[in-house]
């Protein structure tokens, strides 16, 4: 089974799907902490890396400068519009190509570290899915995990209640989309246990967090309007709010209303980023 031929991903995943442009507005927002993030894993020139689900490709400038000289980055990813992107930010000498990670087209025993970023609460079966990956390792080697938001984001600092509707309005949209069960959205949370289930020692955990005042630079701005505010949340969402409550969203984010969120002095958003290490 290749990328053309695998059977959707939880979250509808297929070689067609193309969210190039969310993906691209998270990494240049969440850049700095993405960057902490890969610096704690203290990589090593001569290194080999896999960028598992490399999206749009960010990651593979920062990844190939921690391992030169004489690394090397490969970026695998399932959807063909993100290996388009992702190729055209490699950096010379990296390599990217376009596969399901569950079979990929990669020698055994062959990488360094993994490096994955927001890629296995995509799968159905998560724990095949690392014990797959695992098996591109070398002895020694490291998967390095990274998932964005594994507590309720804190978006509106001054109105718990809203925050709390929208973010289980949001539930709701995913559950009722894809046909899942709320264990199914929030499984990806347990990454520490998924990897000890799967043979990998020495795990650990470190959270980052994603943390924003005024003034934002724009690419704060943004990710939060364009991907946040128009597509996560928007119209979609009508259907799972009382009509006051919609009102009231939709005006906190309308940059052309008073109200608007991204406006407002007390503004201060919180998100986690938290990376999970493990060796085999």
């Not at 067609?16 to 507005?25: C, P, Q, S």
């Amino acid at each position: 089974m290749n990328a053309a031929t695998a059977a959707p991903g939880l979250l509808g995943d297929t070689s067609a799907r193309d969210y190039a442009r969310k993906l691209t507005l998270f990494n240049a927002f969440a850049a700095p902490e993405i960057r902490l993030a890969i610096a704690s894993l203290a990589l090593e020139p001569g290194m080999r890396v896999l960028d598992a689900g490399c999206g749009t490709g960010e990651a593979l400038g920062w990844l190939s400068a921690a391992v030169q000289p004489g690394g090397t980055v490969v970026g695998i990813d399932l959807s063909t519009a993100h290996v388009t992107a992702a190729r055209t930010k490699a950096p010379e000498g990296s390599l990217v190509i376009q596969g399901d990670l569950q079979r990929a087209p990669l020698a055994a025993a062959s990488f360094d570290v993994i490096w994955s970023s927001n890629t296995f609460n995509h799968f159905r079966d998560r724990l095949e899915a690392v014990k797959a990956v695992s098996g591109l390792l070398r002895p020694g080697g490291r998967i390095a995990f990274a998932q964005s938001a594994f507590l309720p984001d804190m978006v509106f600092a001054w109105d718990s209640r809203l925050e709390r509707l929208t973010n289980e309005a949001v539930r709701r949209y995913y559950r009722d989309r894809y046909s899942l069960e709320e264990r199914d959205l929030a499984d990806i949370r347990a990454i520490v246990g998924l990897l000890r289930s799967a043979g990998l020692s020495r795990v650990t955990a470190r959270t980052f967090v994603i943390e924003r005042v005024l003034p934002l630079r724009p690419e704060d701005e943004d990710y939060l309007l364009e991907a946040i505010f128009q597509k996560t949340w928007g119209a979609r969402l009508k259907p799972y709010l009382a009509p006051a409550d919609y009102e009231e969203l939709s005006r906190l984010c309308d940059p052309q209303h008073p109200e608007f969120a991204l406006r407002r002095p007390d503004f201060h958003f919180l998100q986690t980023f938290t990376l999970v290490v493990g060796e085999v």
